[in-house]
């Protein structure tokens, strides 16, 4: 019995060829993405890079998306190569514009560095969101369309608007608690099959009823 879509497949319901799981279709060594996450797009889902903008492999950052996050359409990551130097008269790139203005080429050491962008295991990420360098974003997080992403988001929390800012806990602190110990995106493809209807409840004491492996 096969207990869950292929996660190696680029289209998992070939009805909804919007819907593409996006480690499948990676080609940057410096983009890593966890099983079923997917990127949602009516035009072209399977461009998912396109929108990881800025990106270069000589800054060496990484974006870091954990599994099953669920990604709207019109997102975009902007990473570190997008900064341009803070610490002179004028920020001014000169030295991509050639004709010898190559010699203010910055280096590294001038240019703001946020590190990694990491997003954690089932995020779900509204429509149109901007989400800066550097930026972590907890495990269950809620992203809201629209949002600009300046700042951390804690696990387990709904956040939204420009500059987004946190709006509530989805839970108690006992139970997120609980869940992130549980780290249910880690089970094996059978053992969430058999506790679907819990993950799926609207009855959060069910997700303690877990059965055993």
């Not at 997080?141 to 956040?159: F, L, N, R, T």
């Not at 608007?161 to 249910?184: M, T």
Request: one cysteine or more; glycine letters at 8%; proline letters at 7%.
């Amino acid at each position: 019995m096969q207990y869950a879509p292929n996660k190696n497949d680029v289209f998992p319901n070939k009805e909804i060829p919007r819907v593409c799981f996006i480690k499948n279709v990676i080609t940057r060594p410096n983009i890593m993405i966890g099983d079923f996450t997917y990127y949602d797009d009516p035009n072209h889902p399977e461009e998912f890079e396109k929108h990881v903008t800025h990106h270069y492999e000589f800054l060496g950052d990484k974006l870091i998306i954990g599994k099953f996050c669920q990604i709207a359409s019109g997102i975009e990551f902007i990473m570190n190569g997008a900064n341009h130097r803070m610490n002179s008269v004028t920020t001014y790139p000169f030295n991509i514009m050639g004709h010898g203005w190559e010699k203010a080429v910055p280096a590294l050491t001038d240019l703001p560095y946020k590190g990694d962008t990491v997003i954690g295991n089932d995020v779900w990420i509204g429509q149109n969101v901007t989400i800066m360098p550097g930026v972590h974003i907890g495990d269950g997080a809620i992203i809201g369309a629209s949002s600009v992403v300046a700042k951390d988001i804690p696990p387990y929390h709904i956040a939204a608007g420009n500059p987004c800012h946190i709006i509530r806990k989805r839970f108690s602190d006992e139970l997120i608690a609980y869940l992130e110990e549980l780290q249910w995106w880690n089970w094996d493809d059978e053992k969430i099959f058999r506790n679907l209807e819990k993950l799926c409840s609207g009855d959060l004491e069910e997700i303690k009823n877990i059965q055993p492996s």
